[in-house]
């Protein structure tokens, strides 16, 4: 492996500082500091991982039992907020934490990241109302975005790009183990009463991962005054992404949950949100030509949108997370309801599509697409009556799929654009996905609300409306009301009928998502992973700790 030293400013003849980015000849041999501090790295995102993908599983169990009955109060409606309110979070600070990274630091503004999350863990952990809980949740999501952005551009600083593809596969074998985990015991904690410790888990893996970073990983990072760094930072474009982003977020998840789509709750946040994105991107495109004479910051430079296929790749990363979060929100909520499996094993029935994301690096990202595609149409042959067998072979082909487009569409992306904004581009593949997910999220409840009101218009379904009292029909509800009827009577046949062919729709919709994006990355160009490592931050070597042009970021 080549070496992953940062580059090294030279003055040459003209006595004009440049920076030297072509690899040196020689090779260095990483070093056991250089795992250990990549293991501390990846370790954070197991926590990440795991936080984001409990609640899935837990919370139906947590707001109808523990949440609600016993401890906060919160309706079914805060519920869904508990597990949205992390993913909007960490959504709309993404960037802004890789901004803050290149200015003052990768190292330090992980440590912020690190301890942001931590404290959002104790706020969930010790609530006692409502509002704190959300609040926690809010605070761990802020922290997650940052451990989970700075991960990937910690990655390219490490390592050139010909070997990002094994260092994204090791992190993803973290992330999975964290994914396959985390329902698993957000099940088992949810039916013990013990749903706190959902949280309180949190911290001896953040303390493990703190301790690992702060002895071993030592990054190049040139001398700047306080004042240099502060002007490194695009602040009225933050300022207008972050108002424009939250905006548009808010009432796609909001919506046809707790407003109404038609609503102007939902609908004037959404179009202003929009309209700010728009002006966002229009800001950062008149400020460019400015920039170059007057060395203002942007925050998100033009060079990391170079051409089409870089826009195809992002709005793939947009569709992938669309996809994946549809499944990882819905496809618990399946077996709970229509199997009537308990959470921990409804967890456990989760693993075909939680492990299959590991054997990943090196595939193309239509063979990515091709099997999504293929796989989520798969899952239209899940019923009621699905034997063990075939549901494990029906998810494990769509998780595959999936799997192979989280390293493959990041490689691409950085492969496509000018290696000096890599960092960058590399945040917004993952911003795009995390949007990608709010709106997968939201799409796949509004179908499945939407479906199972026209099924209630059924006479079939009639009894069981009647048998609500008055409740608002939705899978949990129904899910409750399988549980007081007969398992043979036709009342329980009809209702999970219901939930079985409402469920197909979202596994429609999100095929017909991956079969366009398979169809579009046609257009795709061929990409070069042969190229020179540049990174402002990479590792210092035992032996280069001490070059003169650049210092070790120990803050």
Not at 182 to 192: E, V
């Amino acid at each position: 492996m080549e070496s992953t030293l940062s580059p090294v400013e030279t003055l040459p003849e003209g006595g004009q500082n440049v920076v030297d980015t072509q690899p040196e000849p020689q090779k260095t041999s990483p070093g056991i500091r250089f795992w250990l501090a990549f293991w501390a790295i990846a370790f954070t995102n197991l926590a990440a991982s795991f936080d984001a993908t409990t609640l899935s599983v837990a919370l139906p169990e947590i707001s109808l039992h523990w949440i609600i009955a016993a401890d906060l109060g919160g309706s079914t409606t805060e519920a869904f907020w508990a597990g949205t309110s992390y993913l909007l979070a960490s959504t709309i600070l993404m960037l802004i934490w890789v901004t803050l990274s290149d200015a003052f630091g990768r190292r330090p503004i992980m440590f912020i990241a690190l301890l942001v999350f931590a404290v959002g863990a104790i706020v969930c952990a010790v609530s006692h109302e409502w509002p704190t809980m959300l609040a926690g949740r809010t605070i761990q999501g802020l922290g997650g975005g940052g451990l989970i952005a700075l991960t990937t551009v910690l990655v390219t600083d490490l390592a050139p790009l010909r070997d990002r593809g094994r260092f994204y596969a090791l992190v993803s074998v973290v992330w999975a183990l964290g994914s396959a985990t985390g329902p698993i015991t957000g099940g088992t904690l949810a039916q013990s009463g013990s749903w706190r410790y959902i949280f309180w888990i949190n911290l001896p893996i953040i303390a493990v991962g703190a301790i690992g970073i702060g002895l071993f990983l030592r990054l190049a990072h040139h001398r700047r005054t306080l004042s240099e760094k502060l002007r490194l930072f695009d602040y009225p474009g933050s300022f207008l992404f972050i108002a424009s982003i939250t905006a548009f977020l808010i009432p796609i998840t909001w919506g046809g949950v707790q407003y109404a789509w038609s609503s102007w709750h939902t609908l004037v946040p959404l179009v202003f949100g929009a309209v700010g994105l728009i002006g966002s991107v229009l800001y950062e495109a008149l400020i460019a030509r400015s920039a170059v004479v007057t060395k203002r910051p942007l925050l998100i430079p033009p060079e990391v949108l170079p051409n089409w296929t870089v826009g195809i790749l992002y709005a793939g990363s947009t569709f992938h997370g669309l996809v994946l979060y549809s499944l990882v929100y819905y496809m618990p909520e399946y077996f709970q309801s229509v199997k009537g499996y308990i959470p921990v094993i409804a967890g456990v029935a989760a693993l075909p599509q939680t492990v299959t994301v590991v054997p990943c690096a090196i595939l193309a990202v239509w063979v990515g697409w091709l099997l999504t595609c293929f796989g989520v149409g798969l899952l239209i042959l899940l019923k009621s009556n699905t034997s063990v067998g075939e549901w494990i072979f029906l998810e494990a082909v769509s998780g595959l799929g999936i799997g192979l487009l989280f390293p493959s569409i990041a490689l691409a992306v950085q492969s496509s654009v000018p290696q000096r904004e890599v960092s960058m581009a590399a945040t917004l593949v993952l911003f795009f996905r995390s949007m990608g997910q709010a709106i997968g999220v939201a799409i796949g409840g509004a179908i499945l609300d939407n479906q199972l009101q026209n099924h209630l218009s059924a006479a079939a379904l009639r009894g069981a409306a009647d048998q609500s009292q008055g409740q608002s029909l939705n899978a949990v509800t129904l899910v409750e009301m399988l549980k007081q009827l007969p398992a043979n009577s036709s009342e329980a046949f009809n209702v999970r009928r219901a939930l079985v062919e409402s469920f197909q729709v979202i596994w429609v919709v999100m095929c017909g998502f991956a079969g366009l994006n398979l169809i579009l990355n046609i257009f795709i160009k061929e990409f070069d992973m042969n190229q020179s490592h540049e990174t402002e931050q990479g590792f210092m070597h035992q032996a280069h700790e001490n070059n003169h042009s650049v210092e070790t970021d120990h803050n």
